[in-house]
């Protein structure tokens, strides 16, 4: 049953999904003061990037395995942008004891 739903979508009906996808990831990071929703925000971004390049490659370039390795790869850069995204955060609350990010760009006095 699944299999003949996913069989009749095409690319544009993956891109207008992934796009819409990403406009939100895009609003959350634009409008979010929040720094734990602003990195859901781009962690959102990457994952439909990524998305985009499996579809790409299952449509367009299906003997190759190139689309896939590279969303592995964003797939572990992703990881690591929130391992450092989310030190940077316990370090920033240690020392304002908030997290939005109107406080981070303030300056000292």
């Known amino acids: 049953m699944l299999n003949i739903f996913f069989t009749s ?3 544009e009906h ?3 999904l992934t796009s819409l996808i990403f406009s939100v990831g895009l609003y959350g990071f634009l409008v979010k003061t929040n720094i734990i929703g602003i990195l859901i925000s781009v962690e959102i971004m990457l994952n439909t990037v990524s998305l985009n390049f ?3 490659n299952k449509y367009l370039y299906s003997d190759l395995t190139d689309g896939k ?3 592995m790869f964003i797939i572990a850069m992703a990881a690591i942008e929130t391992v450092v995204g989310l030190a940077i955060l ?7 004891k908030s997290n939005k990010i109107k406080f981070l760009l303030m300056k000292q006095r």
């Open 9 to 11: 979508l095409t690319v």
């Open 14 to 16: 993956w891109l207008i």
């Open 54 to 56: 499996v579809v790409f």
């Open 69 to 71: 390795i590279i969303a």
């Open 90 to 96: 316990i370090l920033f609350f240690r020392v304002k």
